[in-house]
């Protein structure tokens, strides 16, 4: 059942969706001193691999140094080339593409070409830039604010179920990276609600959920939803032949500000949406199955065929979403009305408040500190 018995009321107005100041404010007050998911352990596999990674305007390199993963401002100390362009790649050492500096994990200065032009050394700024980096399962974190709480403080009761969920027996299945012409609180909102199911999703989900079989949790830094639907039963079956809990549930999970979890027998799926500029924002999936660390080759066959049939499901799932995104966005741009919201998204009513009120604290620490 819904929380909330009566509509309520919209509380961004469509200005708050393309107005380059809202976006900043958004970006100051929610996103930087927030931890952000930018990948998985296995997007790295190997020692010398590596990503880079726009995060609001700050370029990031993360790194696989013989397991431990670092993070650092992808701007090379010397003088400020970034270290490389390549959004992934491998190379057997961390080497500034410019003048060939190279830099240890610790982001200390390594070889220096005719390192006696350089004479005394300046051991105070030849070094890259740090940022805090923490993993959770399989997940990798990143937080740009030095004095932020801790990525388990962040996460609250969301470490632990994150941690179990992106570990054995569970495996990556599919990952997905795209840019879409919206505003990132689209893309969130309409992951909170399920009244656009059977217009968006024919082919997917196709009905829209009785009230009865949908139960909402509300909290100011995140929303849940849960349902039983006995057309899960197919992965319950597979879940007690893996030995994992079979409850032939689906739940939606969104914290605060960009990460939304979902989860039912056998299959976790989590993603980060980031703001890119007020109407554009990317979006990054990891989609994990249950496989097994070691099973025998016919539970290998099932894992296998699992992972392949729900990251089709889950590919068509974002195509059906992805078409309606700029239509919405095209709205918001020319709308005047103030919109309205039904108790079946009530999720998103607590989501627009807790941008609302996290802008309108950081506005009001502004002026109290002048």
């Not at 392949?308 to 239509?327: C, H, L, M, N, T």
Request: glycine content about 6%.
């Amino acid at each position: 059942m819904f929380v909330n018995k009566s509509r309520l009321e919209h509380l961004l107005p469509p200005s708050a969706y393309y107005a380059p100041e809202q976006h900043h404010r958004e970006l100051d007050s929610l996103f930087e001193p927030a931890w952000h998911l930018i990948a998985c352990r296995s997007d790295l596999p190997k020692s010398g691999d590596f990503i880079t990674f726009d995060l609001f305007g700050h370029p990031l390199l993360l790194r696989n140094f013989d397991g431990d993963l670092r993070c650092f401002i992808n701007v090379c100390a010397h003088r400020h080339s970034m270290l490389t362009h390549e959004r992934r790649g491998h190379a057997p050492r961390l080497v500034c593409q410019y003048h060939g500096w190279e830099y240890t994990k610790d982001g200390r200065t390594g070889r220096i070409p005719d390192a006696r032009c350089f004479r005394p050394w300046d051991r105070e700024n030849a070094h890259l830039t740090t940022v805090r980096t923490e993993i959770c399962g399989e997940l990798v974190f990143v937080c740009l604010a030095p004095q932020a709480p801790s990525l388990a403080d962040h996460l609250g009761s969301y470490w632990t179920l994150f941690a179990s969920s992106f570990s054995p027996p569970y495996r990556a299945a599919w990952t997905y990276d795209a840019s879409y012409a919206a505003n990132w609180k689209v893309f969130v909102e309409n992951s909170l609600e399920s009244y656009h199911l059977p217009v968006v999703h024919p082919k997917t989900f196709g009905k829209l959920p009785p009230e009865a079989n949908c139960e909402h949790g509300l909290d100011a830094r995140f929303t849940w939803y849960r349902a039983h639907d006995d057309e899960l039963a197919p992965l319950a079956w597979v879940a007690e032949r893996f030995g994992v809990p079979s409850t032939r549930t689906y739940e939606h999970h969104n914290l605060h500000p960009n990460i939304t979890y979902s989860q039912s027998d056998c299959v976790r799926l989590i993603m980060s949406v980031f703001p890119t500029s007020p109407t554009t924002c990317r979006h990054q999936a990891w989609l994990f199955t249950v496989r097994g660390e070691r099973p025998g080759w016919i539970k290998e066959g099932f894992g296998w065929l699992l992972a392949r049939a729900i990251s089709r499901f889950a590919s068509k799932v974002v195509q059906e979403d992805v078409g309606i995104y700029p239509d919405v966005q095209r709205g918001m741009e020319a709308s005047s009305a103030r919109g309205v919201i039904g108790t079946r998204e009530e999720r998103v009513y607590v989501f627009q408040k807790y941008v609302l009120d996290g802008c309108a604290d950081r506005q009001h620490a502004a002026h109290a500190s002048r």
